[in-house]
């Protein structure tokens, strides 16, 4: 079954000279394939499904927020503390990566769903690598969910088809979460704070993260759940054995877990958006899907589908006939379906919660705030968190990778320029991330060692499944300075999920 996913790279460098790709939207199709050719065929020590020992608690048994963490810059600094210019024409938003979103009046509303958002700043949604995506899960106080897709369109251009807005009961709480291929997006517009936004802790912004509404939604929609008026289906088996894999799993998460977002849009020939619907693409001749590349969009599309697993989906208001994942909803379904030990939730070392490059546990919780994950207490000691992240990372992935390698040679790969297929595309993916966390500032070793052809696309994969132990050292102390070398500050993530040269 093809899925339609199209995904592109965005080469950067960081600041020890490695260097990473993260996708953005751009061209492959996953489509599983016949076989996998014998060049392809990844290579490993036989595969147990044993589960690797996990550090208590993987610091993810703390409160969820119950008040609104985090605000909305106005004078916006990276990661690093560096300064970004939000006054560029479109030459300097393609070589900075950063780029502003204009947020419309009531955002929240019906009326406000279906008024479009607005990619600003020298930038357009047609570069790949400056897209904005926006996703609506919409819950009423019934425990009825629904999705829908706000439409962002090009500062001084129009919608290529009129947005229908949704219906909304009485009551709901709807969130809005925000993709982005570039570095730094910036959220602008009396709407930001209307809609109740957050996309920075103070002026440090989370780089491609950002989100609306956040916890009033995810306040709900648990207290629903506890009162089993929401009821969030079963993870499910895979076909090897094990739980389906979900957000806050130890063998899906990348450097940057639990970003971006599932929505598509259709780019027209003249360079304008529209939903993307079966009646828009009918009437738009020549339009073509653009994709925001995500966490979940990778999870729903390519992993749950090659392991025979489903996704938790809703009704699409936005193209009635169907229904759709989405950010919150892959949320919601890891929390009531992860156990508690040896859960993944956002780290310390994530380039995107870094403040002057230094490991914030308040950034931390800002960013776990707008995805309903545990707090971090204030006094953690920050590089345990971050050891404790890449201990469990190394020792849990590569076994399930390996256990799952047979299916995934045999699937269509998310970003052709990565990995010929699924499996050595998360190969490539996972030997990147542990460099980005800078993981071998803790004594451990890179599991996953990757074969490239000529055009440094990965075609075997091979794993340590050795279990490790995370040290500390005086030099773990230290964030890695990512640069943009190519493309994001962050490392370089454009389009974000997957993918970094070795992935993501």
């Known amino acids: 079954m093809a899925l339609g996913l199209t995904l592109g790279v965005v080469l950067a460098t960081s600041g020890n000279g490695t260097s990473s790709i993260k996708q953005s939207a751009l061209g492959a199709t996953a489509t599983p394939t016949a076989s996998a050719s014998a060049a392809a065929a990844a290579t490993s020590p036989a595969a147990t499904a044993t589960t690797a020992p996990l550090l208590a608690g993987s610091f993810a048994n703390g409160r969820v927020a119950n008040q609104q963490l985090g605000d909305v810059a106005t004078v916006p600094v990276d990661g690093?503390?560096?300064?970004?210019?939000?006054?560029?024409?479109?030459?300097?938003?393609?070589?900075?990566?950063?780029?502003?979103l204009i947020v419309p009046p009531n955002a929240l509303?019906?009326?406000?769903?279906a008024t479009p958002w607005q990619l600003s700043d020298g930038c357009a949604m047609t570069n790949a690598a400056e897209q904005a995506f926006v996703e609506a899960t919409i819950l009423s106080p019934g425990g009825q969910v629904t999705v829908y897709n706000p439409l962002v369109i090009t500062a001084g251009t129009t919608a290529a088809a009129?947005?229908?807005?949704p219906t909304i009961a009485p009551g709901s709480q709807v969130v809005l979460d925000i993709g982005f291929n570039g570095t730094n997006?910036?959220?602008?517009?009396?709407?930001?704070?209307q809609a109740r936004c957050v996309d920075a802790l103070g002026q440090s912004l989370i780089g491609q993260v950002s989100a609306c509404n956040a916890v009033n939604f995810y306040k709900l929609a648990n207290a629903l759940i506890a009162n089993g008026t929401l009821v969030i289906p079963p993870a499910g088996t895979s076909l090897d054995g094990q739980q389906c894999l979900n957000t806050r799993n130890f063998g899906t998460v990348d450097q940057d877990q639990s970003d971006n977002v599932i929505t598509a849009y259709l780019l027209t020939g003249n360079g304008t958006t529209a939903q993307n619907t079966a009646a828009n693409a009918a009437a738009l001749a020549g339009s073509m899907p653009i994709i925001n590349g995500s966490d979940d969009k990778l999870l729903d599309a390519f992993l749950l589908a090659a392991n025979g697993c489903t996704a938790f989906t809703a009704p699409d208001t936005t193209d009635p006939n169907g229904t759709a994942g989405s950010q919150a909803l892959n949320e919601l379904s890891a929390r009531f379906n992860a156990?508690?030990?040896?859960?993944?939730?956002?780290?310390?070392?994530?380039?995107?919660?870094?403040?002057?490059?230094?490991?914030s546990v308040a950034k931390?919780?800002?960013?776990r705030s707008l995805v309903d994950q545990p707090l971090l207490m204030g006094n953690v000691n920050p590089t345990m968190v971050a050891a404790d992240y890449c201990q469990n990372l190394v020792n849990v992935q590569p076994k399930r990778n390996q256990l799952d390698m047979t299916r995934e040679l045999n699937f269509g790969t998310p970003v052709p320029a990565v990995g010929n297929n699924l499996a050595t595309f998360l190969g490539n993916r996972l030997n990147m991330a542990f460099t980005n966390l800078n993981c071998q500032n803790f004594g451990l070793t890179n599991p996953a060692t990757v074969t490239l052809d000529g055009n440094a696309v990965a075609i075997a994969v091979t794993y340590n499944l050795n279990n490790q132990t995370a040290v500390f050292t005086p030099a773990a102390t230290t964030p890695h300075r990512f640069h943009r070398g190519g493309g994001n500050g962050k490392r370089n993530q454009t389009?974000?999920?997957?993918?970094?040269p070795a992935g993501a």
């Open 339 to 359: 156990p508690m030990a040896g859960l993944a939730v956002v780290p310390v070392n994530d380039p995107m919660t870094l403040v002057a490059a230094a490991f």
């Open 109 to 113: 509303s019906a009326a406000g769903l």
């Open 495 to 500: 389009g974000k999920d997957g993918q970094n």
């Open 185 to 193: 997006l910036a959220l602008t517009g009396s709407g930001a704070r």
């Open 80 to 100: 690093q503390g560096n300064a970004l210019n939000l006054n560029q024409d479109a030459a300097m938003a393609a070589a900075s990566g950063t780029c502003t």
């Open 364 to 367: 931390t919780n800002v960013y």
């Open 162 to 165: 009129t947005p229908v807005a």
